[in-house]
């Protein structure tokens, strides 16, 4: 009983901040003509509500792609017909069609805030609790504790509710399907990814592991038995869940085909903005995109990629276990954020969701990578006017989290996993990694609020006017590739001991 006062404590704290963050400004508030991501959301809603289905995704003249034309999956497309209806009940006005294009006011501003909100609380914040709760290791304080650190970070708060968008739909449905996996019930944890990936199709981040843990654990209990029985099953259930979720686009190919290339547009180039990953990095010594052709971008990316995630996957499919999943996760979503084709900064939530589930595990990793990724997205929030909300949900995350889960006394060698590391540099006399890696965290905070200050309070010389977002991507970009490499020597390391887990407990 005591244990879910405190859980209700938690989940209200984690509502009060979001609603926090939400009464501040959104993306593109008031710039004409194509105002913002929250312009976007509401539009979608006036598209699915006023034409049929098969001109969701087609350009009519009644349907402009050029202005915020539906690029996500039918889910997406099927939650925003909900919210119209729900909108088209309070004031038709914010669902006309053409004559609602930038309709700002404040009772519909509370309305799109609310939809955020209790997408949350049907799909995003129940998978968090169940998962602290029971695949969480450790006492109920400890668990508690995992729990409101989980619904405090501060990147997808400031996303969803600040900038406004409905990641916490996707990464719900993910959620769901790992909770699923954990637990044993892989048919509805394929159900689950399933959504989320119709939801939105980066969730192609986190598919590999999916695949590749269930397709393990059939190997390993055997192709011939109840393994193949587990295989069909899980097949028929993904093929099912899909042909449901595309149904009123499969009686015509063309109109499947024209979804298909709306979720993918390539044409868009490598990156877009200055994002913390590999090509933005690089783009500062040598322009890609002007040496390589649009193909040869493309082709480069899916290389790097492929190369990236294949240790990981191969490492799950050998070892099918839910450690390794979860390992396996965050390295495949952070190989796609730093090497894959067309990232948004706003692509690093992705990565930000297997951290978190490792917070109880790896606290101080799991911790500083969270707050690098809330800093890799400053320039966005701070163009969204989001300073106040960044500084506060930041700092307050950082704070907790540390005293919580005990990050800095955790720092041993045994339980930050690098006996590896001495294997790696054996040449070199042996040197206290713990210690290295604590005086390394305190340094990076350091320079990302120097950064965030200088990004704040100093204008760039004229020549240079993008000098800040460029040293926070890099910045952050090498905080993300020493995350992805430290998350794969883990991985192939040996798993956390039964000893070393009671000792935590």
């Known amino acids: 009983?005591?244990?879910?006062?405190?859980?209700?404590?938690?989940?209200?704290?984690?509502?009060?901040?979001?609603?926090?963050?939400?009464?501040?400004?959104?993306?593109?508030?008031?710039?004409?003509?194509?105002?913002?991501?929250?312009?976007?959301?509401?539009?979608?809603?006036?598209?699915?509500?006023?034409?049929?289905?098969?001109e969701w995704y087609f350009n009519?003249?009644?349907?402009?792609?050029?202005?915020?034309?539906?690029?996500?999956?039918?889910?997406?497309?099927?939650?925003s017909l909900i919210c119209a209806f729900v909108a088209k009940t309070i004031n038709p006005e914010w669902v006309e069609l053409h004559k609602s294009r930038g309709y700002e006011s404040p009772a519909h501003k509370l309305?799109?805030?609310?939809?955020?909100?209790?997408?949350?609380?049907?799909?995003?914040?129940?998978?968090?609790?169940?998962?602290?709760?029971?695949?969480?290791?450790?006492?109920?304080?400890?668990?508690?504790?995992?729990?409101?650190?989980?619904?405090?970070?501060p990147?997808?708060?400031?996303?969803d509710y600040g900038h406004f968008?409905?990641?916490?739909?996707?990464?719900?449905?993910?959620?769901?399907g790992i909770l699923a996996l954990g637990l044993g019930w892989d048919a509805l944890g394929s159900v689950a990814f399933c959504l989320a990936l119709n939801y939105k199709q980066m969730e192609l981040y986190h598919a590999l592991p999916f695949f590749c843990y269930l397709l393990g654990k059939s190997v390993k209990l055997g192709l011939m038995g109840r393994g193949l029985f587990l295989l069909v099953r899980i097949a028929l259930t993904v093929l099912v869940t899909f042909a449901l979720c595309w149904l009123p686009f499969l009686s015509d190919p063309g109109q499947a085909m024209q979804v298909v290339r709306r979720i993918f547009p390539v044409a868009r180039g490598l990156f877009e903005d200055k994002v913390a990953n590999t090509w933005c990095s690089l783009n500062v010594l040598m322009k890609i995109r002007s040496i390589?052709?649009?193909?040869?971008?493309?082709?480069?990316?899916?290389?790097?990629?492929?190369?990236?995630?294949?240790?990981?996957?191969?490492?799950?499919?050998?070892?099918?276990?839910?450690?390794?999943?979860?390992?396996?996760?965050?390295?495949?979503s952070l190989a796609f954020f730093?090497?894959?084709?067309?990232?948004?900064?706003?692509?690093?939530?992705?990565?930000?969701?297997?951290?978190?589930?490792?917070?109880?595990?790896?606290?101080?990793?799991?911790i500083w990578f969270l707050h690098a990724s809330t800093f890799s997205m400053l320039p966005l929030f701070l163009k969204d006017g989001l300073l106040v909300p960044f500084v506060v949900t930041s700092l307050g995350f950082l704070y907790f989290s540390i005293y919580l889960l005990s990050a800095l006394e955790r720092c041993s060698e045994e339980e930050l996993r690098l006996g590896a590391y001495h294997k790696l540099l054996f040449c070199l006399p042996k040197l206290d990694l713990a210690w290295i890696v604590r005086w390394k965290f305190y340094v990076s905070v350091s320079v990302m609020a120097g950064l965030s200050i200088a990004a704040v309070a100093l204008a760039p010389p004229p020549h240079l006017p993008d000098l800040f977002p460029v040293l926070v991507s890099?910045?952050?970009?090498?905080?993300?590739?020493?995350?992805?490499?430290?998350?794969?020597?883990?991985?192939?390391?040996?798993?956390?001991?039964?000893?070393?887990q009671k000792k935590n407990n």
């Open 1 to 54: 009983m005591q244990t879910w006062s405190l859980v209700s404590l938690c989940v209200l704290l984690g509502l009060a901040v979001r609603w926090g963050v939400s009464l501040n400004s959104y993306s593109g508030a008031g710039k004409t003509p194509m105002f913002g991501d929250y312009e976007a959301q509401r539009h979608w809603q006036e598209v699915t509500y006023n034409l049929p289905v098969q």
């Open 60 to 79: 009519t003249t009644k349907n402009d792609l050029n202005y915020w034309g539906l690029d996500y999956p039918p889910l997406t497309a099927y939650h």
């Open 111 to 153: 309305f799109m805030r609310a939809t955020v909100l209790v997408a949350d609380l049907l799909i995003y914040i129940p998978a968090v609790v169940l998962y602290c709760l029971y695949l969480t290791e450790g006492s109920s304080k400890k668990k508690v504790s995992t729990l409101l650190c989980f619904l405090l970070y």
């Open 155 to 159: 990147g997808l708060i400031l996303v």
């Open 165 to 176: 968008q409905y990641n916490g739909v996707s990464l719900g449905f993910a959620l769901w």
């Open 292 to 332: 390589l052709s649009s193909d040869s971008q493309m082709y480069l990316s899916f290389a790097c990629t492929l190369l990236a995630v294949l240790p990981s996957c191969i490492r799950l499919l050998t070892k099918p276990t839910f450690w390794q999943f979860k390992l396996a996760l965050a390295n495949s």
């Open 338 to 366: 730093l090497f894959s084709y067309q990232v948004h900064e706003k692509s690093i939530l992705l990565a930000a969701l297997p951290a978190c589930l490792l917070l109880n595990d790896l606290p101080l990793m799991a």
């Open 474 to 500: 890099i910045a952050s970009f090498c905080h993300f590739l020493g995350t992805f490499i430290y998350f794969n020597i883990v991985q192939f390391s040996e798993p956390p001991s039964r000893k070393s």
